[in-house]
């Protein structure tokens, strides 16, 4: 039987429509400077962007502008031969007064001093430990950066570089802090706070390569203990600036277990000798249904707010809990109803916002 190949039919392209571009008469560009920066323009034969307020994306290459007045930001740069604005990254054009900048759909993180961040292990050698931490680079985790077992201070030696898996190793989670940056962009992190280490008795969610302004943000707290609802305790969150996030059960933390002997009793050392050594251990304690249960509902919310363009910090984090339990309640499900996903995550999301 004879076999008919037709060519493929032209795919229409996908526009945002008029009706939902930004049409703000109190911008500062107009059809005089040649480009609209609240819309995003096709790009031609020419790689001239056009004033189209129905493109929202520019692309690697596209010409934005070649108007002097504008300064290019990140996510730009000047073509040597017309002096034109282009796009180097995909994604929406942002304006802060004259500058021009491209926020990218889809980014790595870019690690900054001072930075709390949760990474995975992914690799040991013998002075250090490489750690992926969502950015373009592992990160290292020098043996000289932790604490040891005890509480310890002192040069490390060869047994600590035989044991050195006996702290960290492939596939561990940890909270660490940025210390510093290398010229390549490269990072080295530290976890000498009692607070940084090894994470267990949780859960881990990646948020990161979100662009539109959703995700994880830099803000006040980045760890904070809530309490749950449905009798379930209090919970742990890690919201880590790379967009890694760690939700768990609530564990005293070793600051507070020594401060706490220290005040009341003797036996100091003992007791941070044990510390220190459960900071390394692997093995997760018995969590309860209903831990579990709100925990999973948390990374719901998480999730949530990231799909609808919302940043993801304490405050926000917080509210989303207590809406999407009143949620529950309201459904038929009850308490066991945690599904935040399609149109109860825009519910959840309008509650939020207001919308």
């Not at 300064?71 to 304006?95: D, K, Q």
């Amino acid at each position: 039987m004879p076999i008919t190949i037709t060519a493929p039919k032209a795919v229409r392209p996908s526009y945002a429509t008029a009706d939902n571009a930004s049409d703000d008469s109190g911008s500062d560009s107009s059809s005089d400077n040649g480009a609209d920066l609240e819309g995003d323009i096709p790009m031609t034969s020419s790689s001239r962007r056009k004033e189209d307020k129905s493109y929202s994306i520019v692309t690697p290459g596209e010409v934005i502008t070649d108007d002097p007045q504008w300064m290019r930001g990140h996510g730009t740069y000047v073509s040597a031969s017309t002096a034109a604005i282009v796009s180097s990254v995909a994604g929406t054009i942002t304006r802060t007064n004259k500058l021009l900048s491209v926020r990218p759909l889809r980014a790595r993180y870019t690690p900054e001093v001072g930075d709390l961040v949760v990474g995975r292990i992914v690799e040991v050698q013998a002075k250090r430990w490489r750690v992926d931490v969502g950015g373009s680079q592992l990160a290292s985790l020098p043996l000289s950066a932790i604490n040891l077992p005890g509480g310890i201070l002192r040069k490390r030696t060869e047994t600590d570089e035989l044991q050195i898996r006996t702290f960290f190793a492939e596939g561990d989670l940890l909270v660490a802090e940025v210390q510093q940056l290398f010229s390549d962009g490269g990072a080295v992190l530290h976890t000498r706070s009692l607070k940084y280490g090894k994470l267990r008795n949780g859960v881990f969610v990646a948020v990161s390569g979100m662009g539109g302004g959703g995700g994880v943000v830099r803000s006040r707290r980045q760890v904070w203990t809530m309490e749950a609802a449905n009798g379930a305790g209090p919970l742990d969150v890690v919201l880590g600036v790379n967009g890694f996030v760690w939700i768990s059960k609530h564990v005293e933390t070793p600051e507070a277990l020594v401060a706490e002997t220290k005040s009341a009793t003797t036996g100091i050392t003992n007791l941070e000798e044990s510390v220190s050594t459960t900071m390394y251990s692997s093995q997760n304690d018995r969590i309860g249904i209903e831990t579990m249960r709100e925990i999973a509902r948390i990374r719901g919310v998480v999730t949530a707010l990231v799909e609808n363009g919302l940043r993801v910090d304490e405050d926000m984090l917080v509210r989303g809990y207590h809406e999407a339990v009143e949620m529950a309640l309201l459904s038929g499900g009850g308490a066991d109803d945690i599904y935040l996903g399609g149109e109860r995550g825009e519910q959840l999301a309008a509650a939020l916002t207001g919308v």
